[in-house]
């Protein structure tokens, strides 16, 4: 079974340019998440999308937003990208059934390394 | 508010045990994660205790939990070379992905 992907791996982008980023989710997996992790730290919660809406939001800008389609995947976007945005960007699914009685652990993508020059 | 603190770094000599620390602040944490993540890679799973657990014991690993003091530990047995990663404690809700992450310890074994 194919697990969490994302694309692209790398991306090298200039200040001020716009950035999107993808994520598939593991067939079945209705449960989004986006994570921050600049060099030398732990991953940040950016965004939980759920069965296409926005269930969660950690402490970003509102130049971070994403979205999440009717087959589940989802976009992360950054727009007048900084410097300090260069990080490793991580997609996390999971399932959670509809009564959200049954869910699972987080399952992690590889991850999107953006560097902003 | 919600903070999840690791030491920084651990080296150990294979073969012999490996035990990796972790404190948190949020006492309504349904449930305490290790991840592992190694260089270049994303974050893998390794284990996930429920808070009203004291231990968990995978193979290797054993995770031991101290609700009072807010203290996660996790055990590697007989630790290999290929166990050399960044170890990273988490804590929230099962499902719910706002998982509070610590900084990660960087665990290097010694041939």
């Known amino acids: 079974d194919a697990g969490v992907t994302q694309s692209p791996t790398h991306l090298i982008k200039t200040r001020g340019q716009q950035v999107t980023l993808r994520c598939s989710p593991i067939?079945?997996?209705?449960?989004v998440s986006w994570y921050q992790q600049v060099l030398g730290q732990g991953p940040q919660f950016i965004f939980q999308y759920y069965e296409k809406e926005e269930r969660g939001r950690g402490n970003f800008p509102d130049r971070f937003s994403a979205r999440q389609f009717p087959n589940y995947s989802s976009e992360l976007n950054v727009n007048a990208l900084l410097l300090g945005d260069s990080a490793l960007y991580l997609c996390?699914?999971?399932?959670?059934?509809?009564?959200?009685?049954?869910?699972?652990?987080?399952?992690f993508g590889q991850g999107t390394r953006l560097t902003v020059v | 508010g919600e903070d999840v603190e690791q030491s920084l770094f651990l080296s150990v000599r294979e073969g012999d045990s490996s035990v990796i620390n972790c404190t948190y602040t949020d006492s309504s944490s349904t449930y305490l994660y290790w991840y592992k993540q190694e260089p270049g890679a994303g974050l893998q799973l390794l284990t996930y205790?429920?808070?009203?657990?004291d231990m968990k014991q995978d193979q290797r690993l054993t995770v031991l939990l101290n609700k009072k003091d807010k203290h996660l530990s996790l055990r590697i047995a007989d630790t290999q070379t290929g166990d050399s990663a960044i170890y990273f404690c988490?804590?929230?809700?099962?499902?719910?992905?706002?998982?509070?992450f610590g900084t990660g310890t960087k665990l290097q074994v010694i041939p």
């Open positions: 988490a804590e929230g809700p099962r499902g719910y992905q706002k998982v509070t």
């Open positions: 067939s079945g997996h209705k449960s």
């Open positions: 996390a699914s999971s399932f959670i059934n509809r009564g959200g009685l049954k869910r699972t652990e987080a399952f």
């Open positions: 205790i429920f808070s009203n657990m």
